[in-house]
């Protein structure tokens, strides 16, 4: 990862302090000064997308795509919330598995099981603050959905695989910063476009280019999903605490424990807005029967949306992200994922069988950095921003292309007229005639 950005103008000049470190792939070798100049300034000094781009330009525009990516992918919370540190690393499991049923006692004995695999309870317990940086690729990796095409009555299914306008996937660095269970801070780049996220223990909130202020979430604040990805043991403990086990599975030929963690119906129901209803929300953590450690992390999302004034104008999407997690090593006593590759998958359903549609897309991660117990890290530091928009009206409300709730692509994706290149269709379906 570079922090600096050489100055190919002039080999004099100062180089450039970088405002998130970048992954050394994007920087050409040295002996090729304008093809070097020209990577950097097609990577880091794109400008932001257009504020009035539609996402129905899915297939044909750049920056819609990274839009699309970083609201979905970029920083999502898990919504459940999590035990405080004592509950988990500090009481015997004796005492924590009383009084429970036979699942629930399950999940909580496998959880110790993971705390001492992680590093132990004095190690997770004496982590006050850490940090983390590293690098990622994110694309669409595939598109299905009804297409009538032209000259012909018949609607057919299309299936288009890697959608990335032909480059491949777009790359970038981020930095995390944590202190104390709940205060958290996220900067990430990706081709140019930076998108900020935190919590000071009370506001979570997210700022992006597209949007004109930043936004507080009115959603229970929950951890950072990138936390839970083998970053950071104490807070996945605590959080799977209250979980069950509900069986056993493979993960890449390695036999695992699956803890399930559902939102109460009072949680659905906070996160609801105006125009849009939270319906389920559950998460399935795959913990090693090996080596104890968390190897794969699951979460699903199904909200229905009001698109108009009929009872029946009505859309379900379902959002399903899938982690898996790999190559531990030991920080300071601590065992950190330092690579792992998350699979996205949005489903759109309604009565329409013509407006179905699936997109899929894929994020590969690594940590090039960890460090614990930062000096000087202040409270300070995770203060939101002085535009955070925190009006009543502005939060309650669903909107087209809303950050806010990142498994959302706006709803004309699958309608609006979009064209075809004959090389990009993998599979196309007939599922019966248009009237």
């Known amino acids: ?3 600096l950005c050489p100055n190919f103008d002039r080999e004099d000049g100062l180089e450039t302090v970088l405002e998130v470190p970048m992954p050394e792939e994007l920087f050409c070798p040295e002996n090729n000064k304008t093809g070097a100049w020209r990577s950097v300034k097609s990577s880091l000094l794109r400008s932001p997308p257009d504020n009035n781009s539609s996402l129905a330009t899915l297939f044909g525009g750049r920056d819609a795509q990274i839009q699309m990516l970083l609201g979905i992918v970029g920083a999502p919370l898990i919504p459940l919330p999590v035990s405080s540190d004592h509950d988990v690393l500090d009481h015997p499991i004796s005492k924590l598995i009383k009084n429970q049923s036979i699942e629930a006692a399950m999940a909580k004995y496998i959880v110790k099981q993971y705390t001492a ?17 590293g690098k990622v690729k994110m694309g669409v990796t595939e598109f299905c959905a009804a297409k009538t095409l032209i000259g012909k009555r018949k609607k057919k299914m299309v299936r288009i695989r890697n959608v ?7 790359m970038g660095g981020f930095v995390l910063w944590k202190k104390g269970s709940s205060q958290w801070s996220l900067e990430l780049v990706v081709s140019g476009c930076k998108v900020s996220a935190g919590c000071d223990g009370n506001v979570a909130w997210k700022q992006s280019p597209w949007l004109e202020h930043s936004q507080a979430s009115n959603e229970p604040s929950g951890p ?3 936390f839970l990805q083998g970053l950071d043991p104490k807070t996945t403990a605590n959080m799977f605490a209250g979980s069950v086990c509900v069986g056993e599975k493979a993960v890449n030929d390695e036999e695992c424990f699956v803890l399930k963690l559902e939102t109460q119906p009072s949680g659905l129901k906070s996160r609801s807005k105006r125009g849009m209803e939270t319906l389920k929300y559950t998460v399935w953590g795959c913990f090693s029967q090996r080596t104890g450690l968390l190897v794969q992390l699951e979460d699903t ?8 004034p009929e009872e029946e104008d009505v859309v379900l999407w379902e959002t399903t992200c899938e982690t898996m997690i790999q190559d531990y090593k030991s920080v300071d006593g601590i065992q950190i994922a330092h690579k792992g590759r998350t699979c996205v998958s949005l489903l ?5 069988l013509e407006s179905h549609s699936k997109t899929t ?3 590969s991660w690594e940590i090039e950095e960890v460090g614990f117990n930062v000096k000087g890290l202040s409270s300070d530091f995770f203060l939101p921003p002085g535009d955070l928009c925190t009006k009543e009206s502005e939060e309650s409300e669903f909107s087209f292309g809303d950050y806010t709730s990142p498994m959302m692509i706006p709803l004309k994706v699958s309608t609006a007229s979009w064209n075809l290149k004959s090389s990009k269709v993998t599979a196309i379906e007939d599922f019966g005639d248009s009237e």
């Open 1 to 3: 990862m570079r922090t």
């Open 117 to 133: 695999a992680a590093g132990g309870e004095a190690a997770l317990a004496g982590v006050e603050s850490m940090y983390a940086m």
């Open 164 to 170: 990335n306008n032909g480059n491949g996937g777009e």
């Open 224 to 226: 950072l999903r990138r």
């Open 301 to 308: 999302y199904l909200v229905r949306i009001k698109t108009g």
């Open 348 to 352: 759109r359903l309604d009565e329409s």
């Open 361 to 363: 897309m894929e994020e």
